[in-house]
């Protein structure tokens, strides 16, 4: 039997966005390493979904887990799948898992992105910022602005 995170892994693994789409609870929750507000709604977390499937190269899982997790959004116990990556971006190799949490239909209703090393989440947060920009999906930081 096919599960959710089988049809998951294989469209993140053919860069595959359309097939993310029946995957999402309307109201998915995305987690980022870099930032501490989640990324809330499908239509924004498809949005990020294709800057990070234009962002990282040499993307592959490399092994799973299944289990159950308390949710962020609630605290409640539901099952959840972690997915193990490797990946490079701008030339900086990353470690990673992907922690999906899926709703009582098996679809994701939470998904968490854990990267190491340091240097890596510094290059991805930079990647993934300006392919949000450039998609329109968040305005450009204002540089110019005093810092507290």
Do not use: C
Request: overall charge negative.
């Amino acid at each position: 039997m096919t599960t959710t995170a089988d049809r998951f892994r294989a469209a993140v693994e053919s860069s595959d966005l359309a097939a993310l789409d029946d995957l999402f609870t309307e109201d998915v929750r995305f987690y980022s390493p870099v930032k501490f507000p989640p990324f809330e709604g499908k239509p924004m977390v498809l949005g990020l979904f294709g800057v990070l499937l234009r962002t990282f190269q040499d993307f592959r899982y490399i092994g799973d887990l299944t289990g159950a997790t308390e949710t962020s959004a609630d605290g409640a116990e539901a099952p959840a799948e972690v997915l193990l990556f490797r990946a490079t971006v701008n030339g900086k190799q990353i470690h990673g898992i992907d922690l999906l949490h899926f709703d009582q239909d098996g679809r994701i209703k939470e998904f968490t992105v854990m990267v190491r090393p340091q240097s890596a989440v510094h290059a991805l947060g930079e990647a993934v910022l300006a392919g949000l920009v450039a998609d329109g999906l968040v305005p450009a930081p204002d540089r110019a602005a005093p810092r507290p």
